[in-house]
């Protein structure tokens, strides 16, 4: 204390016969800022959900079962369907053995409809498109997603309508670093907890134990869980980690091989305590393997495996004894939740009312800057720009 007092003191005197040099450097590095600050602002200020207005009366929906759904969420884990290909080249036949043993239903066209955890999340509970946002946000209002994600959203009132409990399990704080207000009844992680100037990854749970500690805790209630782990994981965020591309697909699959050991494991409990629930293995987005980095996936790529490397997301959904026999195979993201809710409600009428199962990229550099679409209705790759 003493110390930092005496260098307060000694840099107080060399500066103060340059206050006014100091202060023209602090107006420049102001009008620095202040072309990025505007925006952002007007975004903040005019941000609106508009644009999870359903289109129809989904959100009075009353349903008819009642079972207990689990939504387990590995981040990364990219669809059954592409990991025999030459990027992932890994045999993963055990556990989806195990799978197809508990009454799994595989989903292999299944996809997200965004490129990363926050952007294919707000979308899942919003149960439309964002588009990244619109002519009034310009791209990418990532501010706000984590508020779309467990706060306030059609998803989590649909349940608390028909008076289900909401619980959201995480590993770590990765989705309340801007403490959000969150309106889920329970989270396991306090925003007490929550660092200001964390990313998120500073603090881990023993999130199996925490999640089997609150299923038999709520053995009275309808319950609705979202549970999120942190693996596989994708491939390094940024460039320069110094791992080839192969380098990080073998640690892609290390940490899948992790995943796979976890998730067995809470399914097996889950299938023992509860034998009528209905669980979900639904990934955010894919894995990323044959990129060196995410940063890679602002440039345009046309071959179909990385875009499907990008995109394509694991879904298995055990429906017990009352399987729905859907029209049409569940195939993005943006409709998991409305399909579902069809089923619990047997109304099919809301199948009327589907997004395009289309995915969207935001490029950056190498074409003109703007959204994409990557994937079409069909699962072709295209490359067209998006214009709203």
Same mark, same amino acid.
């Given at each position: 204390? #003493?110390?930092?007092?005496?260098?307060?003191?000694?840099?107080?005197?060399?500066?103060?016969?340059?206050?006014?040099?100091?202060?023209?450097?602090?107006?420049?590095?102001?009008?620095?800022?202040?072309?990025?600050?505007?925006?952002?602002?007007y975004r903040e200020v005019m941000y609106s959900k508009d644009w999870m207005k359903q289109p129809d009366a989904i959100e009075t929906t009353v349903f008819k079962k009642r079972p207990n759904v689990y939504v387990i969420q590995p981040d990364g884990y990219v669809n059954f369907s592409e990991l025999t290909n030459k990027l992932y080249?890994?045999?993963?036949?055990? =556990?989806?053995?195990? @799978?197809?043993?508990?009454?799994?239903?595989?989903?292999?066209?299944?996809?997200?409809?965004?490129?990363?955890? @926050?952007?294919?999340?707000?979308? @899942?509970?919003?149960?439309?498109?964002?588009?990244?946002?619109?002519?009034?946000?310009? *791209?990418?209002?990532?501010?706000?997603?984590?508020?779309?994600?467990? &706060?306030?959203?059609?998803?989590?009132?649909? =349940?608390?309508?028909?008076?289900?409990?909401?619980? #959201?399990? #995480?590993?770590?704080?990765?989705? @309340?670093?801007?403490?959000?207000?969150?309106?889920?009844?329970?989270?396991?992680?306090?925003?007490?907890?929550?660092?200001?100037?964390?990313?998120?990854?500073?603090?881990?749970?023993?999130?199996?134990?925490?999640?089997? $500690?609150?299923?038999?805790?709520?053995?009275?209630?309808?319950?609705?869980?979202?549970?999120?782990?942190?693996?596989?994981?994708?491939?390094?965020?940024?460039?320069?980690?110094?791992?080839?591309?192969?380098?990080? &697909?073998?640690?892609?699959?290390?940490?899948?091989?992790?995943?796979?050991?976890?998730? $067995?494991?809470?399914?097996?409990?889950?299938?023992?305590?509860?034998?009528? &629930?209905?669980?979900?293995?639904?990934?955010?987005?894919?894995?990323?393997?044959?990129?060196?980095?995410?940063?890679?996936?602002?440039?345009?790529?046309?071959?179909?495996?990385?875009?499907?490397?990008?995109?394509?997301?694991?879904?298995?959904?055990?429906?017990?004894?009352?399987?729905?026999?859907?029209?049409?195979? *569940?195939?993005?993201?943006?409709? #998991? =939740?409305?399909?579902?809710?069809?089923?619990?409600?047997?109304?099919?009428?809301?199948?009327?009312?589907?997004?395009?199962?289309?995915?969207?990229?935001?490029?950056?550099?190498?074409?003109?800057?703007?959204?994409?679409?990557?994937?079409?209705?069909? &699962?072709?790759?295209?490359?067209?720009?998006?214009?709203?």
């Amino acid at each position: 204390m #003493l110390i930092a007092l005496v260098l307060g003191i000694i840099i107080g005197s060399i500066l103060v016969n340059h206050v006014k040099k100091v202060i023209i450097v602090q107006l420049i590095l102001i009008c620095m800022v202040l072309p990025k600050l505007v925006p952002d602002l007007y975004r903040e200020v005019m941000y609106s959900k508009d644009w999870m207005k359903q289109p129809d009366a989904i959100e009075t929906t009353v349903f008819k079962k009642r079972p207990n759904v689990y939504v387990i969420q590995p981040d990364g884990y990219v669809n059954f369907s592409e990991l025999t290909n030459k990027l992932y080249n890994f045999n993963n036949e055990i =556990f989806e053995n195990f @799978l197809r043993e508990n009454g799994f239903v595989f989903y292999p066209e299944y996809r997200s409809n965004y490129s990363s955890t @926050l952007s294919s999340n707000s979308s @899942l509970f919003g149960m439309k498109h964002h588009y990244y946002g619109n002519k009034v946000l310009g *791209i990418n209002p990532s501010h706000n997603t984590r508020d779309e994600i467990v &706060g306030d959203n059609p998803v989590l009132r649909i =349940f608390k309508n028909n008076d289900y409990k909401t619980l #959201l399990m #995480l590993q770590t704080p990765y989705l @309340l670093v801007n403490r959000p207000k969150i309106h889920f009844d329970y989270c396991n992680i306090s925003l007490n907890e929550v660092s200001y100037i964390e990313r998120g990854f500073y603090l881990e749970k023993d999130l199996s134990k925490d999640v089997k $500690t609150a299923i038999r805790e709520n053995k009275s209630t309808s319950n609705f869980f979202f549970i999120e782990s942190m693996l596989p994981s994708h491939i390094v965020t940024h460039n320069g980690s110094g791992n080839t591309v192969e380098e990080e &697909g073998k640690l892609y699959i290390e940490r899948l091989q992790e995943a796979n050991k976890w998730l $067995t494991d809470l399914i097996d409990y889950i299938s023992k305590e509860d034998r009528n &629930g209905i669980i979900l293995i639904v990934s955010d987005h894919g894995g990323y393997v044959g990129l060196s980095s995410m940063e890679q996936n602002q440039l345009k790529q046309t071959n179909r495996d990385i875009v499907y490397s990008m995109f394509s997301s694991a879904l298995a959904i055990k429906w017990n004894s009352d399987k729905p026999e859907f029209k049409n195979e *569940i195939r993005s993201s943006v409709n #998991l =939740f409305r399909t579902v809710f069809a089923h619990l409600s047997e109304e099919q009428s809301y199948l009327n009312h589907l997004q395009e199962d289309k995915s969207y990229m935001i490029i950056r550099s190498g074409s003109p800057k703007g959204v994409y679409e990557y994937i079409d209705e069909s &699962g072709t790759t295209i490359f067209k720009k998006y214009i709203n």
